[in-house]
């Protein structure tokens, strides 16, 4: 099955997958750094936005949010969560906007989404034009060099009768600009258990590549992957949060 078959056949199971994820705590960090770096304003969006979950958090803590995704059953799921939020479907390698943003948000690693260097490329670039002044872009990364194949992120939630074990990992074979997150969900109803596996293409690069991409538009600040405290980067961890302030 391909990837965005997959995607699409698992909308209503996404929020399941990712039940352990601290939204609000990721969101209020990109908020408080925002009120660090930004420009005092409140035009949000958050590229592969998914369900909307962390456009949820921005909304209640008084932003004005909009989402973007490819994928539009997950928009469908998004506007039943956020009545109030924009959405539109979109590649977030090239799209456009009406009106710039002050934040524009990526979480859970979804800039690597991007098949490779120049969608990257692209990416930022659209970015950048889609600020506003001294506007925003915060997202996650992970450092191609610094992969442990063999580590893998495992859990099990019992929903609607059914139990469901959701296994990811990331894996990258050394060289090259591509790496990919591997996935596997099994789902048990009763004495019957349903399996999927898949990998999610991606684009791979160390921390410094992505900076060097990134300068040409953006001042760039680095900072440790804690979403409950402010920590620059030490150069020593393979996750990292991005904050860059638009040029």
Known sequence: ????????????????????INYHAQSNSAHRLHQIFGNAGTRHLDLACGTGPHIRHFIDSGYSSSGLDINQPMLDLAKLRCPEAHFTLQDMCDFGVDEPFDLITCFLYSIHYNSGI?????CIASVHGALSESGVFCFNSV??????????????????????V???GWNYRGSGEKQSLQLSIEKTTGEV??????????????????HELLRPYFDVHVFEHDYEKITPWGQASGNALFVCVKK
Request: aromatic share 12%; proline share 3%; glycine share 6%.
């Open 143 to 164: 450092d191609k060099t610094k992969i442990d194949n063999g580590t893998r992120a495992r859990h099990a939630v019992e929903h609607q009768g059914s139990r469901f």
């Open 1 to 20: 099955m391909s990837f965005n078959a997959l995607y699409t056949d698992l909308s209503g199971y996404y929020d399941l997958m990712c039940e352990g």
């Open 193 to 210: 258990t349903q399996a999927w596996q898949d990998e999610h293409p991606m684009v791979a690069l160390s921390f410094a590549e992505l």
């Open 166 to 168: 959701f296994s990811s």
């Open 118 to 122: 120049p969608k990257l490329k692209e």
